[in-house]
């Protein structure tokens, strides 16, 4: 099966993992086109872009991943858009799990699920967007929070006309998808990235998240 995607990548102070990342996909006969965006980083983070990427975008300072995203995503020239997260190193191959369903023509966005982590949150901020988005669409949502997405381009007016804050792209995404009539599923995959526990770290990130889904909601 020929099927090629323009793979966008946000990335933030991530000069531990992108390379590793980047390299994979490089060597991957689906991707048409790397995408990078380097979100405001303050270590080598754009410099690895810039080494491993077809088309690096800088940010003098951190928007965060909503804006990172959105301007990755006007930089896209594929049929297809693959969004992976920066740090899942050697298993940015398993991207092509998220493609080829879209070769359906009845297929529109595809989310890839991750397998369990070892080490657990809460899980506070997960079922509070699996709520929100069955309350506004209908649709019950197992990885609501995944950044690992791929969908057809035709999508991307849908997309580029809202304003998608931080880590409440994903939940927002999902449901101007779904209410603009976009058929999603969801597909396993075995893509693996850091993980936060139940440390200072863990907690900061799930507070993050759930204040941008908070912004989401006021927003939409």
């Not at 309350?135 to 950044?147: E, F, Y």
């Not at 998608?164 to 058929?183: R, S």
Request: glycine content about 10%.
């Amino acid at each position: 099966m020929n099927i090629q995607a323009s793979v966008v990548i946000p990335a933030f102070n991530e000069q531990e993992r992108i390379e590793h990342t980047l390299k994979t996909l490089k060597e991957q006969p689906w991707v048409q086109e790397i995408i990078t965006v380097n979100d405001g980083s303050s270590d080598a983070t754009g410099e690895i872009c810039e080494n491993f990427s077809d088309v690096t975008v800088h940010f003098n300072s951190n928007l965060g991943k909503g804006q990172a995203l959105k301007a990755g995503w006007e930089k896209a020239n594929g049929l297809y858009i693959v969004s992976l997260d920066a740090d899942i190193g050697s298993t940015a191959s398993e991207g092509i799990k998220l493609l080829t369903p879209l070769t359906y023509p009845f297929i529109d966005v595809v989310i890839g699920t991750l397998p369990p982590p070892k080490k657990r949150g809460f899980g506070l901020v997960k079922r509070k967007a699996q709520n929100v988005i069955y309350k506004k669409t209908g649709k019950w949502i197992t990885a609501p929070l995944s950044g690992q997405r791929a969908f057809h381009r035709k999508w991307l007016p849908t997309l580029l006309d809202k304003n998608y804050h931080g880590f409440g792209i994903e939940l927002g995404m999902t449901i101007d998808l779904i209410k603009a009539g976009a058929q999603l599923v969801e597909v396993d995959t075995n893509i693996t990235h850091r993980h936060t526990g139940k440390n200072l770290r863990g907690f900061f990130h799930r507070g993050k998240q759930w204040l941008d889904i908070e912004a989401a909601l006021r927003g939409g």
